[in-house]
């Protein structure tokens, strides 16, 4: 089992930037993978990038690609993601998730064992 906590969420105008983090514990060791995801009223949530946790290989949605990076840091057990070139489009409350044991490229939210409480992110136009 796994608990999960992100932060790093906030109100920021078009263009501006904003980092979240998701710290991981538990039984941080069984990861295959991590994932960000995001869910905008009356939208489905959505994934938004992945990282696998032997080899750093990063996957992103076409939507954020080039703007947002992931990456991982094993000694501190936190995942992060970095937004560049914030659209209002980019609203939404934003999850961190953890798929144990085994991963592939599906960034489908019901694969996803553990999960954490959110971070709202906001960009105003």
């Known amino acids: 089992q796994m608990e999960l906590v992100e932060s790093g969420g906030g109100s920021v105008q078009a263009g501006g930037s904003l980092r979240l983090s998701c710290a991981a514990s538990?039984?941080?060791?069984?990861?295959?993978?991590m994932g960000w995801f995001r869910q905008a009223p009356t939208k489905e949530r959505e994934g938004v990038a992945l990282?696998?946790?032997?080899?750093?290989?990063?996957y992103y949605a076409a939507s954020v690609k080039g703007r947002f990076t992931v990456s991982q840091d094993d000694a501190k057990n936190t995942v992060y993601l970095q937004m560049n070139s914030l659209k209002p489009e980019d609203t939404a409350m934003y999850y961190c998730?953890?798929?144990?044991?085994?991963?592939?490229?599906?960034?489908?939210?019901?694969?996803?064992?553990?999960w954490g409480q959110g971070t709202q992110v906001t960009v105003s136009s």
């Open positions: 990282i696998f946790a032997d080899n750093g290989a990063t």
């Open positions: 538990g039984n941080t060791r069984s990861r295959a993978c």
């Open positions: 998730a953890a798929k144990l044991y085994s991963c592939g490229l599906s960034m489908t939210p019901s694969v996803f064992n553990s």
